[in-house]
């Protein structure tokens, strides 16, 4: 082998100095490449009850390990030789265009994960032209949130009370701020069994114990932001101080049938979707009462442990009521293919909850930002190395989902 020494003529193409980033958060966000990376930055900077509560699932979470796995065990089945120098990944749901084929999920007391809140989602969904949904136990108003994104598309989930008066004073203020679309979540009849809540000792608003204080000291920014600004409180429902599942169980009513869903129904006047159905059977009877979309759901594996897995539900729901209503569907998506693979089976559209928190908690609306930029850049990318440049040219043929656990349909 000849050697010869370096020359700085050699090196000074080798060097690249980057213009250094001085802003920890921008710092923290540009390293995040992934949404799990987003994930494990926000575990460090958010109190553990207040983690786990967003991160946790039922029991023992297998429900939501299924789902991701699910995902996970896809086969891409790529078109080669097509032109897929522009590609565009809106679509029509439910009556207007959005700019990506998800959008952010309800999720409940979200300024207890970072303080932004929903105001970061709700801002973060508008400039990225995607819907924001503001759960009804939301710790920022109805009227707060549209104003915050009033070019921004709403949508409003509702949990159903027997008390009609209840639910229709929170469903005619959501009209009356121009919510679009009404999710009606039907999975919750009493509140699923939330086994790292009742371990932390996890109450709204967090209580100050030894343990909480110890957890609390190695993560001071959260807790200046929560010192420091509104106090933390259901915007659409009175006070409460106690357990989530003491809360969830007062509020929640098991007596409520298919008879309140066209109660319901019959009061919104703009869109309906079903959110937590999970059997063909049950979307099929969502379908004939004229529903406008079903999402297929189990509630980010929060409620009933060993659900189904609503992406293997997915092309039975599709063939069996696709012609007739909007299929959507959410739990374990952290990812752009995800969400790919389950366009490719026939889903018109999905949503995001826990991916869109981790981005929240890792950096607030900036991280939000984050998240769907991430998920924007694996959509397009995932699109073009499959050959398609359109979602609807995205069919099953594209994706395999290999099976792992035997058997997978009834
Ligand atoms: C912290 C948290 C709070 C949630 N709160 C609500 C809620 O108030 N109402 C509701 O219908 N669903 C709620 N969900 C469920 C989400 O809307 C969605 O179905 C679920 O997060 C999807 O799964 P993923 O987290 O894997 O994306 C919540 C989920 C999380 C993670």
Redesign the pocket.
């Known amino acids: 082998m000849h050697r010869r020494t370096p020359r700085a003529r050699d090196l000074a193409p080798l060097l690249r100095f980057k213009q250094p980033t001085w802003s920890p958060k921008e710092r923290r966000l540009e390293r995040s490449l992934t949404v799990e990376d987003l994930r494990r930055v926000a575990k460090r900077r958010t109190p553990r009850a207040a983690f786990d509560?967003?991160d946790g699932a039922a029991d023992s979470e297998v429900s939501?390990a299924r789902?991701r796995e699910a995902f996970a065990d896809v086969e891409f089945r790529p078109a080669i030789l097509r032109d897929v120098s522009a590609v565009d990944t809106s679509r029509e749901v439910l009556g207007q265009r959005v700019a990506l084929p998800f959008g952010i999920?309800?999720?409940?007391?979200t300024r207890m994960m970072q303080t932004e809140g929903e105001i970061a989602g709700a801002t973060a969904a508008e400039a990225a032209g995607i819907p924001y949904s503001l759960?009804?136990?939301g710790t920022t108003s109805i009227e707060d949130v549209a104003a915050a994104a009033p070019g921004g598309r709403h949508w409003f989930?509702l949990?159903m009370w027997k008390d009609r008066e209840r639910s229709m004073a929170l469903v005619d203020r959501a009209a009356k701020a121009g919510y679009d679309t009404l999710?009606v979540?039907v999975d919750v009849p009493v509140a699923g069994a939330r086994l790292r809540d009742v371990r932390n000792g996890m109450t709204i608003p967090p209580t100050l114990t030894p343990r909480t204080v110890a957890n609390a000291l190695p993560r001071p920014a959260w807790w200046i932001n929560f010192l420091t600004t509104e106090p933390l409180a259901f915007a659409s429902l009175d006070s409460w101080s106690g357990t989530v599942a003491e809360l969830l169980d007062t509020m929640f009513d098991p007596s409520v049938t298919y008879d309140d869903l066209v109660w319901i129904r019959d009061q919104w006047p703009g869109k309906v979707v079903v959110?937590g159905v999970q059997t063909v059977d049950d979307a099929r009877r969502c379908a004939d009462l004229g529903v406008d979309a079903v999402l297929l759901?189990n509630?980010?594996g929060?409620q009933l442990d060993r659900a189904p897995v609503p992406f293997h539900l997915l092309p039975e729901v599709v063939a069996a009521v696709g012609e007739d209503v909007e299929v959507h569907l959410?739990?374990?998506?952290m990812s752009g293919q995800d969400v790919v693979a389950a366009v490719a089976h026939g889903a018109r559209f999905t949503?995001?909850?826990?991916?869109y928190?981790y981005g929240l908690m890792a950096g607030g609306r900036d991280g939000v930002d984050r998240v769907i930029d991430i998920l924007r850049g694996q959509v397009e990318r995932t699109m073009r190395l499959l050959g398609v440049s359109t979602l609807d040219e995205l069919n099953p043929d594209h994706v395999v989902q290999l099976v792992r656990r035997e058997p997978r349909r009834p």
Do not use: N
């Not at 959410?330 to 998506?333: A, F, K, R």
């Open positions: 509560y967003t939501l789902a999920a309800p999720t409940g007391f759960s009804t136990m989930q949990y999710l979540t959110k759901s509630h980010g929060r959410d739990t374990g998506i949503l995001i909850g826990r991916a928190l």
